[in-house]
C-alpha cells in the first residue's frame, strides 16, 4: 500500500463513547487489556494497520487524562490530535477532501481488518469535502453515537465510512475486558503454527504467557531465559545418565514452550521488533547445534561406539548448514515484523524448520532410547539440509 496515498486520502477518527455511569472515563479507557490499556491498544492496532493521522475525539474534560495514557509511550509514532467538543471536531473535518473513517472506540479494532478496508480506498478517486449541513448532520450522530443512524449516513455519503468493529470485539461493561483479553490470548499463535504445536506447546506457553503478560518481564528477557534453559539440556545429554536425560529432555521441553511464549507476550503487548526477531532465531538454532552434539556424544560414552559422536556431529552440522541456508529469508522477513505490510505466508522450509521434533525427543528420553533419536535426527536434518541447497540452487538459476 502507499501510504502517502492513504495519508492524504484518508482522515480517520476514533470516537470514545461514553463509559457506564458507574466508571470513570479515564479509567475505562486505561483498563488493560492483554497487558496494554484499552485506548492504548487500539491506537496502536490503528497504527499498526497503516494509518498515520488520527483524531480522537471524545465529549468529555477528561481528554487530558486520556491523553496521559499514551502520550509518553516511545510505541506511538502516529500522529494523534484530540478533540473535546463537538466545535473542535468540526474545525478539523470541515473543508478536507478526503474519505473520514470513524472507529468505534467501544471496540477492540483488528489490524488485518483495517489493512484489508484501507486496501479499497486507494485506488478510489479523492473524495468530496462534506457540506457544512453533512457534517452538522453526522457530528449529531456521532454525539448520539447511534449506530444505525451512522450506517444510514455512511450509505448516503460515499465520503464517509464508519467501522464499528467485529460483534466479538465490542466493549460494553466491566466483565467484557476479561472476555477480550481471554480473546486475544487464545489468538496469540502463529498462523504456521503446526498441529502438534499447536496441541502440545501452545496449551502451555499460553498459560505461561497469562503469568508474565501483567508483569515488567520483556520478551527478550524470557528468550535468553529459554536460551540458558537449552544449554542446560544440552550439559545433561552430554553426561548421557537415564536421569541426566530425562532432565534434559524436559529443560529442552521447557525451553520450547518459554520459546513460544516470548513471541505471544511480544505479539499481545505491541513489542515485537527486529532485534527480538534475530535473537530468537540465533537462540534457537545455537541450542539446536549443542544439544545434537551433546546427545551424540553422551550416547558414543554411555554405550561405547563411536558412531553416535558422529552422528550426533553430523546432525549438528546440518542444523547449523540449514540455519545458514534458510536463515537470511528469516531474518528479512522478520525485519518487517512491525511495518504495515501483512503477513506473509512461510514457505514450506520455514514449516519444516519448526522444533516440534522435542517432544519426540522427551519421548525417546524417557524410554531410553536417544540413540534412535539421534540416527534420526542426524538423516532428518542432512535431508533437509540437501532440500535447502536444492532449493537455493533452483533459485540461483532462475
Not at 216 to 236: D, H, Y
Not at 287 to 303: L, R, S
Amino acid at each position: 500500500m502507499n501510504q502517502s496515498t492513504n495519508t492524504l486520502r484518508n482522515i480517520s477518527v476514533l470516537h470514545l463513547p461514553s463509559p457506564p455511569k458507574s466508571c470513570k472515563t479515564s479509567d475505562w479507557y486505561a483498563s488493560p487489556i492483554a497487558g496494554v490499556p484499552f485506548l492504548l491498544r487500539n491506537v496502536l492496532s490503528l497504527q499498526r494497520s497503516g494509518i498515520h493521522d488520527l483524531i480522537v475525539y471524545i465529549d468529555n474534560e477528561e481528554i487530558e487524562k486520556l491523553a496521559s495514557i499514551i502520550k509518553d509511550d516511545s510505541r506511538i509514532t502516529i500522529k494523534i490530535h484530540w478533540a473535546s467538543n463537538s466545535e473542535q471536531l468540526k474545525e478539523v473535518l470541515q473543508n478536507r477532501e478526503s474519505q473520514i473513517l470513524l472507529f468505534n472506540g467501544s471496540a477492540l479494532h483488528d489490524k488485518k481488518e483495517i489493512r484489508s478496508l484501507l486496501k479499497t480506498f486507494t485506488q478510489q478517486e479523492t473524495a468530496l469535502p462534506l457540506t457544512e449541513d453533512q457534517l452538522e448532520s453526522l457530528i449529531k450522530k456521532i454525539q448520539r453515537n447511534d449506530k444505525k443512524e451512522l450506517n444510514e449516513f455512511q450509505e448516503q455519503t460515499p465520503s464517509f465510512t464508519y467501522i464499528p468493529g467485529s460483534a466479538t470485539a465490542h466493549i460494553q461493561e466491566q466483565k467484557d475486558f476479561r472476555f477480550q483479553h481471554e480473546r486475544l490470548l487464545a489468538g496469540s499463535g502463529q498462523n504456521h503454527d503446526s498441529l502438534i504445536t499447536r496441541l502440545l506447546s501452545r496449551s502451555v506457553s499460553q498459560k505461561m504467557t497469562r503469568l508474565l503478560l501483567n508483569t515488567p518481564v520483556t520478551p527478550n528477557q524470557i528468550t535468553l531465559f529459554s536460551f540458558s534453559m537449552g544449554i542446560a539440556s544440552a550439559t545433561c545429554f552430554a553426561l548421557g545418565t537415564y536421569p541426566l536425560n530425562v532432565f534434559g529432555g524436559f529443560s529442552l521441553l521447557f525451553s520450547t514452550w518459554l520459546d513460544g511464549t516470548d513471541g505471544e507476550i511480544a505479539r499481545l503487548k505491541f513489542m515485537e521488533s527486529e532485534l527480538g526477531g534475530k535473537l530468537d532465531i540465533i537462540c534457537d538454532n545455537i541450542v539446536h547445534f549443542f544439544v545434537f552434539g551433546a546427545i551424540g556424544w553422551g550416547v558414543a560414552t554411555t554405550t561405547g561406539d563411536e558412531t553416535y559422536l558422529y552422528l550426533g556431529g553430523l546432525a549438528a552440522f546440518a542444523s547449523l548448514a540449514s540455519f545458514m541456508l534458510l536463515g537470511g529469508s528469516i531474518f528479512k522477513k522478520n525485519s518487517g515484523a512491525i511495518s504495515p505490510a501483512p503477513d506473509s505466508e512461510p514457505s514450506l522450509a520455514e514449516k519444516l524448520a519448526n522444533r516440534d521434533f522435542i517432544n519426540f525427543l522427551m519421548l525417546m528420553a524417557l524410554i531410553d532410547q536417544l540413540m534412535i533419536f539421534i540416527t534420526i535426527a542426524a538423516i532428518g536434518a542432512t535431508v533437509f539440509t540437501i532440500y535447502l541447497v536444492y532449493l537455493r540452487l533452483t533459485q540461483e538459476s532462475k
